[in-house]
Structures are given as C-alpha cells and as structure tokens.
C-alpha cells in the first residue's frame, strides 16, 4: 500500500501523513490509548499481536519526523445476518496538541477508504454513550448518523479479564 500523501487543512497547519501502524510505534500508540482514558495503554506484545490480525487495520497520523500524533483502529469481520463484511472503529484518537488540524478527519477519511476498498457491506462506528459532544458532533461531521445508544457489558466477564 502506498503511503497517503501528506494532508494539511490550512498552509499554516503543520504537514503529516497518514501510514499504517508498524510494530515500531507500539510505545507512541500506547501513550495515544492513555491519553483517550486507558491508565495503562497497551503493551509491547499486544500491540504487535493486533498490528498483525488479518481483521484490524491501525493507521496512525505521522508529523515529519515520522512520530504518531493520531491513531485510528478498524476491525472487520464477516457477518452471518448481513451475508457480508461488517467494520467497526475501535479506536480513534489524536494527541492533545495535534487536535483540530484535520489529523482526526483524515484518519477518518483512510478508513472510510478502506471501507469502500474491502467492499464491506456496512460500515459502523460504535461510539460510547457517554462520548463528550464534540466528540459526537465530529463523528456526524464526518457523516454519521446516530442509530443507538445501547451498549451492554456481561460484569462477570470484565471482572475475570480485569477491566
């Protein structure tokens, strides 16, 4: 896959690019997940591990010297009720300081061409219902809808896993 070219929304905005995640950038996607509210980010192994899976995509947002400012996760997977491919992002966040300079978007704008290049029959964002507004209001900017707001944990299983 060929890099995406760098993207800027304003010529004073600073240029980055977007790429795929590389085994190399576990520990900035780590400090990424504890700014989005994850105490411990992830580990070293994990990350690999999920880089590596055949149905999850990480493309990070690069500054010119290469470091992740931004990191988006998409996962895909097959669905017996739809009788094709459904796809989720999991994750996205941009660090603080890169915030509102079109890092998010674009990120937004790799999956959803990624979405379209698997042909994948539906295209979801699962969004937490206690997502900020401005989180909400980015999400429908970028053109989705709200569908529901229904999100259920099984407790005992997130005790045993510790989460």
Known sequence: MQPTPTRTPAPDAPPFRIRRARRGDAESL???LR???YAHGSDAQTVHWVISHPEIEIFV?????DRPVGMVSLS??????LRGRIATVD????TETWRRRGVGRALMQQVLERCGARAL???RLEVSAYALEELRTFYVSCGFVQV???VMRHADLE???GQ
Request: aromatic content about 0%.
């Open 61 to 65: 947002a690069a500054d010119t010297q």
């Open 35 to 37: 700014e989005m509210g």
């Open 121 to 123: 029959s539906v295209k």
């Open 148 to 150: 529901d707001n229904l």
């Open 159 to 161: 005790r045993q896993h």
């Open 30 to 32: 780590a400090s990424l």
């Open 76 to 81: 895909h997977r097959p669905q017996l009720r």
């Open 91 to 94: 994750e996205l966040v941009v």
